[in-house]
């Protein structure tokens, strides 16, 4: 069986700080790794993965993830925050040998203050 | 916009009935995926078809259904619904190959009074 957690809730922080979601997974295999972000009364937008190769993934709107094979995480990271981004974030993952069935963490609201 | 269409946007309906949700995933993805997101149970995957075929099963209900028709378009059938049933569904579509990122329509809100 494959899990994700997202540990916290809400985090808060002031625009033009950098800022950190966190996401721990399990699964068997290899896992491929998803963050998406969703905004009020809207769908799941991608922002990126990880598949294979360099931890560190660039993705859209400036965010960047890393994944930590040792320590089972897959931290979404953006270097300086906007008001923007407020919105609540999903980490998902699926192991390389499940098919496609994804797995969605609980999801993690952002606040981005002025 | 993901280029995923979901129709309708909105529904509300009483318990007991049936109601039928319609995706059309994008141009050239065979996948279709089908999630429910809920307050107590957040986002859980119902069930995918690839090329109208079913591939994999979630935590869908009996009382759910799901087909993939010819022109790829899917289909989500509800039936004898709770008060429970009410959430934000969730089509998503991908690529044919490899492990893509699977792309999510705006969703449908089903109230059941």
């Known amino acids: 069986a494959q899990s994700v957690a997202q540990p916290e809730d809400q985090v808060n922080v002031a625009e033009g700080n950098p800022l950190t979601v966190k996401c721990t997974y399990s699964?068997?295999?290899?896992?491929?790794l998803f963050w998406y972000v969703q905004y009020p009364n809207r769908g799941l937008q991608f922002l990126l993965k990880?598949?294979?190769?360099?931890?560190l993934v660039k993705g859209s709107y400036g965010f960047e993830a890393e994944f930590n094979k040792s320590q089972t995480s897959f931290h979404l990271k953006k270097p300086s925050a906007l008001v923007s981004d407020s919105a609540l974030y999903f980490c998902?993952?699926?192991?390389?040998?499940?098919?496609?069935?994804?797995?969605f963490g609980g999801g993690t609201r952002l606040m981005v203050k002025p | 916009d993901s280029g995923v269409t979901q129709t309708p946007k909105h529904l509300i309906t009483a318990t007991g009935q049936r109601v039928t949700l319609r995706c059309s995933p994008r141009?050239?993805?065979?996948?279709v995926y089908w999630y429910q997101q809920s307050l107590d149970q957040g986002l859980q995957f119902l069930i995918q078809?690839?090329?109208?075929?079913?591939?994999a099963k979630g935590n869908i209900l009996e009382r759910f259904s799901a087909q993939q028709f010819p022109d790829l378009h899917s289909e989500l059938n509800l039936s004898s619904l709770e008060l429970g049933d009410s959430a934000l569904y969730f089509c998503?579509?991908?690529?044919?190959?490899?492990?893509?990122?699977?792309?999510f329509g705006p969703g449908t809100r089903l109230t059941v009074l």
């Open positions: 998503a579509s991908s690529a044919p190959t490899g492990p893509d990122e699977q792309f």
């Open positions: 699964v068997s295999g290899n896992p491929y």
């Open positions: 990880y598949i294979t190769g360099d931890n």
């Open positions: 998902a993952v699926r192991a390389n040998n499940a098919g496609n069935m994804l797995t």
């Open positions: 141009s050239g993805d065979l996948s």
């Open positions: 078809y690839y090329n109208g075929e079913e591939r």
